[in-house]
């Protein structure tokens, strides 16, 4: 369940999700599909985006100046 903004410098707590983006992942684990959400709030996500690894882990990348004026809801899976 998300709590919070990714963004460990922000502490913003999750409220509504009408603002910021939410992301969900889906990878395989040991044979099971594990699910994650990850949240930035409005704020951060006009200075941060996810950033995908290949082992499945999430973190975040500064963005070089882009602002994007529809958040959608994304839906990915990841193969491990």
Known sequence: MISQ????ECHKELHYLRDGRV???MRRDAG???VEHFWLCGDCHIDYDF??????????????GFV??????LDLMLVS
């Open 5 to 8: 903004c990714m963004n460990p």
């Open 23 to 25: 992301i969900r992942t």
């Open 32 to 34: 099971q599909i594990r």
């Open 51 to 64: 950033l995908f690894a290949k082992d499945g882990r999430v973190s975040l990348i500064r963005r070089p």
């Open 68 to 73: 994007e004026t529809v958040k959608p809801i």
